[in-house]
């Protein structure tokens, strides 16, 4: 049996999704979080809490972009074409919350508020904008003779717009969870009462989408109710419910520190792998599948040999960031 490198692609531009995700979530959450948090000396611990690591938390999207443009050319033309609009808000959010993130430690007291407003901001723009791309990609693009058939305004849709709230709500539970491994004090028992709020209301976005998309989408509900899928299929919402009732007593333990952050990281894993079994093996859905949208065999092996070389010294650099930034942070310490 030969290997199929269109599967090794697909699998290397998951693990980057999944990465950034997680990397950039908490990251982004931080900005949201500043909707709940006023004080000064709390915005500053919470900022420097991932000064270190957020430029390079971004590296697996760029990782992403790029992998999807080699691999999948087809897939990056569509998604790129249909999804222009959130995809620029998105690259404007980030771009806006970059700048902010530098200019609001060397602001005077009278700007800091409006850096401080610009980082909320483009946090929350770049993070509605991933939202929209995720319920888009769920649903699916028209595709006529390998273009898109469909119309610039066509993601304006209910179901995108409440999958971006619905990521709001995860990222800022990534974001409260990580200040709970990275805060103490009042600070960290803030949020864990926020940790509880966002629990709550990332259930109720869960629950609302499990039902919305196979209620909208005949392929996804035979994918998951059909029988014996739903048996194979049965562990996602199953871990769903322990994670989530595990993560509810982390927060009310004073001593656990880690472990909320851990179990989110395990939600977002679930929501991410039911998100593709939703749509494999589709890369567009409803019907362009992977090897559909692949590029020619020697494109794919030519990318592939510096990707397996570039990706551990990520994983490496990475891994040794966080390592040696790790403890907590207090507001007079960090970035400056």
Request: glycine residues 8%.
């Amino acid at each position: 049996m030969g290997i199929d490198v269109a599967v090794i692609w697909f699998a290397i531009i998951v693990f980057a999704t999944l990465m950034y995700i997680i990397m950039d979530g908490f990251d982004l959450g931080i900005g949201l979080l500043f909707l709940f948090v006023r004080g000064k000396e709390e915005r500053d611990a919470m900022v420097n809490s991932v000064a270190p690591v957020w430029d390079g938390n971004e590296t697996w999207l760029v990782l992403g972009g790029a992998g999807l443009f080699g691999a999948f050319p087809l897939a990056y033309a569509v998604i790129i074409d249909a999804l222009t609009i959130p995809l620029t808000a998105m690259l404007i959010g980030l771009i806006f919350r970059g700048v902010a993130f530098e200019f609001r430690f060397k602001a005077t007291e009278e700007h800091r508020s409006f850096w401080d407003y610009a980082f909320m901001g483009g946090s929350l723009l770049a993070t509605f904008s991933q939202g929209v791309v995720v319920g888009a990609i769920i649903h699916g693009f028209p595709v006529v003779d390998r273009q898109f058939a469909g119309g610039a305004l066509d993601w304006i849709t209910p179901f995108n717009l409440f999958c971006g709230i619905g990521l709001m709500v995860a990222y800022s539970l990534l974001g409260s969870t990580w200040l709970i491994l990275k805060s103490s004090d009042a600070l960290q028992e803030q949020m864990r009462a926020l940790t509880r709020g966002f629990l709550l209301a990332l259930l109720v976005a869960i629950a609302i989408v499990s039902l919305w998309t196979p209620l909208a989408l005949p392929k996804i509900a035979e994918r998951w109710f059909s029988f014996p899928n739903v048996f194979y299929f049965m562990p996602v919402p199953a871990l769903v419910v322990v994670f989530s009732l595990w993560l509810w007593r982390q927060t009310r333990r004073v001593s656990s520190h880690a472990w909320p952050f851990v179990l989110t990281l395990g939600l977002v894993f679930l929501g991410f792998s039911g998100l593709g079994i939703s749509v494999w093996p589709h890369i567009i859905p409803p019907d362009i599948t992977i090897w559909q949208a692949a590029a020619p065999l020697a494109s794919q092996l030519f990318m592939l040999v510096g990707t397996l070389l570039i990706v551990p010294v990520i994983l490496v650099y990475t891994a040794w960031s966080y390592y040696v930034f790790r403890g907590k942070v207090q507001s007079d310490e960090g970035y400056h």
